[in-house]
């Protein structure tokens, strides 16, 4: 997605599910974002609607610890591996190809 593009869905609520590679076991795997009001977020910002939509789509939700910030939160997980994409790395998903669905939640 080009620059222009994303700005115009960051004005929206829209979620963004893509496929993506596991950076451990290089299996594939789907992420969810949303970008809203400005900005983008992964599942650590989620509400209920949102977890559970993003779950509906297949993506796996999972409660993770990340030691680079010493806490837990909800993080787009591997089904295969279990490893998950934290918060940082998120936007380096901003821009592939994927789904998009506006939301009203």
């Given at each position: 997605?080009?620059?222009?593009?994303?700005?115009?869905?960051?004005?929206?609520?829209?979620?963004q599910i893509n496929n993506a590679e596991c950076w451990k076991c290089g299996k594939?795997?789907?992420?969810?974002?949303?970008?809203?009001?400005g900005t983008f977020f992964g599942p650590e910002g989620f509400n209920e609607k949102?977890?559970?939509?993003?779950?509906?789509?297949?993506?796996?939700?999972?409660?993770?610890?990340?030691?680079?910030?010493?806490?837990?939160?909800?993080?787009?997980?591997?089904?295969?591996?279990?490893?998950?994409?934290?918060?940082?790395?998120?936007?380096?998903?901003?821009?592939?190809?994927?789904?998009?669905?506006?939301?009203?939640?």
């Amino acid at each position: 997605m080009k620059k222009k593009e994303i700005s115009s869905y960051l004005l929206e609520n829209t979620m963004q599910i893509n496929n993506a590679e596991c950076w451990k076991c290089g299996k594939l795997m789907k992420i969810a974002l949303m970008l809203s009001k400005g900005t983008f977020f992964g599942p650590e910002g989620f509400n209920e609607k949102q977890i559970e939509f993003a779950r509906s789509k297949g993506v796996l939700i999972k409660q993770q610890f990340s030691k680079t910030l010493e806490s837990s939160y909800l993080a787009n997980t591997c089904p295969t591996c279990g490893e998950f994409i934290g918060q940082f790395f998120v936007d380096d998903y901003l821009d592939s190809d994927g789904d998009r669905y506006n939301l009203d939640f």
